[in-house]
């Protein structure tokens, strides 16, 4: 044993500053895939709508004018 005191403030200090990071990091993952899917429902929205209705039921409903 020592008889010099830890430290620990620094430790914690350094585990507390990675976790932060690993949150970071998650956040922007999530942010990134929502914009990925996002981006994906949107091209396969305008895909789905180029596409003739064969049916009544398949047209898309008319805008509402005032």
């Given amino acids: 044993m020592t008889d010099e005191p830890l430290d620990l403030d ?9 976790k932060a990071t690993d ?14 899917l996002r981006d994906r429902q949107a091209r396969l929205e305008s895909q789905l709508l180029s596409i003739p209705a064969t ?12």
């Fill in 23 to 36: 949150l970071r990091r998650a956040l922007m993952e999530v942010e990134n895939k929502a914009r990925e």
């Fill in 55 to 66: 049916s009544w039921p398949e047209l898309p409903p008319r805008p509402v004018t005032s």
């Fill in 10 to 18: 620094k430790h914690r200090g350094m585990a507390a500053h990675q």
